[in-house]
Nanobody
């Protein structure tokens, strides 16, 4: 009923760009904060970007700040992650996740806060 679906992953060369999409069904995203997380083989899952509900204040990890941009289009019920200047170390499965947030606040990349998760999309950065 409440579902998130990621898309846009694939193979890209170092320095290239990808745009990931997170589309929601069963609920409207304007009342939800959205986080993008990634997990590479042998590593812990980490939060890379988050956007709050409504106007959507943002958070970025230091490793992606200045290269990635998270945005939302509530009319399309979709959140995006624009990834530029991609590096091999960005290779991972990327997940979007959501949690209800009736009062917007600076988003946090804390996994325990997020109740709804997508299945992930693979991003591979390689020459």
């Amino acid at each position: 009923q409440l579902q998130l679906v990621e898309s846009g992953g694939g193979l890209v060369q170092p320095g290239g760009s990808l745009r990931l999409s997170c589309s929601a069904s069963g609920f409207t995203l304007d009342y939800y904060a959205i986080g993008w997380f990634r997990q590479a083989p042998g590593k812990e899952r980490e939060g890379v970007a988050c956007i709050g509900s409504f106007h959507g204040r943002t958070y970025y990890s230091d490793s992606v700040k200045g290269r990635f941009t998270i945005s939302r289009d509530n009319a399309k019920n979709t959140v995006y992650l624009q990834m530029n200047s991609l590096k091999p170390e960005d290779t991972a499965v990327y997940y979007c996740a959501a949690h209800f947030e009736v009062v917007t606040a600076t988003p946090k990349p804390t996994e325990a806060l997020y109740n709804y998760w997508g299945q992930g999309t693979q991003v591979t950065v390689s020459s």
